[in-house]
């Protein structure tokens, strides 16, 4: 009775989506920082969440550790995004565990549980696969690439040189990571 509520008041398979992405990308000034959720208020549209500000994400800060997780400092070790959302117990400004309270509370629901590892497993094969990732990041790069001359002259850093290569790794290993740590 209360996940079919809960159906009706969240768009389950947008946070369904919104949850493997944060994830997947290892965002690490998330899910206590930067999320959002809308709605229309003309009418009973469910809640959606809104994706923005994934800089922390993607290995760029520390590839080798966010291919795997985060430091958990009240365990002293690296915990797994799955083990960081559904964790009740943290200090951690990027993880008020009031943020995580509806994920872990829909992870009780056997069909939402479900729908979320088939999911997560869909794109894993699809959307997050080595390939269509290099993609995604190739393609957008081109998008940018001619205005990286003026970014480099206005903010002094060449971003492109490190980063760019760090993305790459991260897309063609990170898919095998999570699908270990979730199945």
């Known amino acids: 009775a209360n996940y079919e509520k809960a159906k009706k008041l969240l768009d389950i398979p947008s946070y369904i989506d919104y949850y493997i992405l944060e994830t997947y990308i290892v965002n690490g000034d998330w899910p206590g920082n930067n999320y959002a959720c809308w709605h229309s208020r003309s009418d009973d549209t469910p809640w959606r969440y809104l994706l923005f500000d994934c800089d922390f994400g993607f290995g760029i800060w520390d590839l080798e550790q966010k291919l795997i997780g985060f430091w958990n400092e009240e365990e002293k070790r690296?915990?797994?995004?799955?083990?960081?959302?559904?964790?009740?117990?943290?200090?951690?400004?990027a993880h008020d565990t009031e943020t995580t309270a509806m994920l872990r509370s829909l992870m009780k629901n056997s069909e939402f549980r479900r729908d979320y590892m088939n999911v997560t497993a869909d794109r894993l094969?699809?959307?997050?696969?080595?390939?269509?990732?290099?993609?995604?990041?190739?393609?957008?790069?081109?998008?940018?690439?001619?205005?990286?001359?003026?970014?480099?002259?206005?903010?002094?850093?060449?971003?492109?040189?490190?980063?760019?290569?760090?993305?790459?790794?991260?897309g063609e290993r990170r898919g095998a990571i999570m699908r270990q740590q979730t199945e």
């Not at 690296?78 to 400004?93: A, G, K, P, R, V």
Request: glycine share 2%; hydrophobic share 35%.
């Open 125 to 170: 094969n699809t959307t997050f696969s080595p390939a269509n990732v290099t993609k995604v990041i190739d393609s957008v790069y081109a998008l940018i690439s001619s205005e990286m001359p003026k970014h480099i002259e206005r903010w002094g850093y060449n971003w492109q040189d490190d980063n760019l290569s760090k993305m790459r790794e991260f």
């Open 78 to 93: 690296i915990q797994t995004m799955f083990e960081w959302c559904l964790s009740d117990n943290s200090s951690n400004y």
